[in-house]
């Protein structure tokens, strides 16, 4: 009786919402599948009835939308948002009089409307800005929590999902259906060193006094880390050595981390931890123990080693630093109305976790600040109509070519009142300036404040 019970009530939307749940469509025999828009009413998903009565799903906005919207199609079955919001896609809240009028005449009611925290001109603008490049893109409010772009690429046609089937599934090097914000994994880079800075920090209260003299390159135990380029950065405290992405300074303070606190503070931040998130996700990895060597210490230290994670989970962790500290809980859909707009629920922000005090994240928005304003990583983000903090990383993907890298940005607006939150992750960019993290974010931000 409590496992019915249990199912029937508290697991209810969860089963019909499953893909694996072949009872689902039942639902479709007697509604048309509701709407998917933006904030603003943009129609992102929607279902066309043709002159036969057979019903075509479509997307207006094709390839931009295709992983966070997903697909929806009855022999390829569902995904992304698609998925999860089937349960009031596929319920009607219509005026009873009206539902008795269509159940009288035999036709359907219309299912109900999902809006969503998406920004359709900024996620275009983001799809644009990564056009042909492997990777992913997150964009999310850093006080609300509201995801208002995710974009991964390469990436597919919905609208033609059922034609395209067997060649997405067959192309592993692509992995087209991948969505790498949420489910991919990679090594950081030095976006590593804004968490390895935190653990300093919280480990040496004198923090602000630490001082390492760089020579373009560290050595201990046999393991040589040269610092990007080779350059020499002299002196420097935590602030410069974070501000000059400085491997030497963060692979020595590495040495000095206490191993247990180290791994407590990341678990901390959900590495190794469940994940707030509605999609398929990468859980991420680090694996530090008191048993790891010093090689190991002065890679992870600086973002690389055997630490993984995904543009999303970096999004909220910068989201935090920016929040004071606060996690707000991310989430996608706004609120659902019936087909004609009167509101059936509505989500509203909510705290998730508190990742950090209002101390360090002030601190750590200054030194972000200072990558881009003393740095010479993110010039391209300098001199704008909107500051921004932030912290590039460079991760290398080969054991046996260091020119193989991965390019990284997280950051946000509007330092003083931080707005919003920017992860970007470039597969096999390999050093080139255009087509890097930095550039692609700056396309993304300039989109959405020239909007205004």
């Known amino acids: 009786m409590c496992y019915i019970v249990y199912f029937n009530i508290v697991r209810a939307k969860t089963i019909v919402n ?30 066309q ?104 690429g390469p990436t597919f046609d919905p609208n033609t999902i059922e034609e395209s089937w067997d060649y997405l599934n067959a192309d592993d090097s692509e992995s087209p259906l991948l969505n790498r914000t949420t489910q991919g994994a990679y090594a950081p880079g030095s976006t590593f060193k804004v968490i390895t800075a935190l653990e300093f920090m919280r480990e040496y209260s004198d923090y602000e006094n630490y001082t390492y003299e760089c020579s373009g390159q560290i050595e201990r135990d046999g393991t040589t880390i040269p610092c990007f380029n080779g350059n020499v950065h002299g002196h420097e405290d935590l602030r410069a050595s974070l501000a000059n992405s400085c491997n030497g300074s963060f692979a020595n303070i590495g040495l000095m981390l206490d191993k247990t606190a180290y791994r407590q503070t990341l678990e901390s931040l959900l590495f190794n931890k469940k994940l707030p998130c509605v999609f398929d996700y990468s859980k991420s990895l680090f694996q530090i123990t008191k048993d ?5 210490m002065m890679m992870t230290a600086m973002g690389q080693g055997k630490t993984m994670t995904s543009p999303y989970h970096m999004a909220l962790i910068t989201s935090a630093i920016a929040n004071g500290g606060v996690l707000m809980e991310p989430y996608l ?3 659902v109305t019936n087909h004609r707009g009167a509101q059936i629920r509505k989500n509203v922000p909510r705290s998730y976790k508190k990742l950090m005090s209002v101390e360090e994240s002030t601190k750590l928005k200054s030194y972000m600040h200072s990558v881009i304003e003393e740095g010479i990583t993110a010039t391209a983000l300098q001199g704008l109509s909107y500051s921004v903090a932030g912290k590039t990383g460079t991760a290398e993907y080969s054991l046996t070519d260091e020119n193989k890298t991965h390019s990284w940005f997280i950051g946000f607006t509007n330092v003083d009142n931080p707005e919003l939150v920017i992860s970007v992750v470039i597969e096999g960019n390999d050093g080139d300036l255009n087509t890097n993290a930095v550039s692609i974010a700056r396309q993304v931000l300039d989109a959405y404040y020239n909007q205004w």
Request: no cysteine; proline share 3%; charged share 20%.
């Open 292 to 296: 790891t060597g010093t090689a190991e």
């Open 18 to 47: 499953s893909p694996y749940n072949q009872r689902q469509d039942a639902f479709a025999d007697r509604i048309i599948r509701g709407t998917i828009t933006d904030r603003a009413g943009n129609v992102l998903a929607e279902t």
């Open 49 to 152: 009835v043709m002159e036969d009565g057979s019903e075509v799903r479509n997307y207006p906005y094709g390839p931009a939308f295709a992983h966070v919207v997903g697909y929806s199609n009855p022999h390829t079955g569902k995904s992304g948002l698609e998925s999860v919001e089937n349960f009031e896609l596929l319920t009607s809240n219509s005026f009873f009089l009206e539902k008795i009028a269509n159940d009288f005449k035999g036709q359907k009611n219309m299912g109900d409307t999902v809006v969503t925290t998406l920004d359709a001109n900024l996620q275009q603008a983001a799809y644009n800005a990564l056009g042909d490049n492997k990777g992913g893109i997150v964009v999310m409010e850093a006080s609300t929590g509201k995801i208002l772009a995710m974009v991964s």
């Open 333 to 335: 859909v706004e609120k």
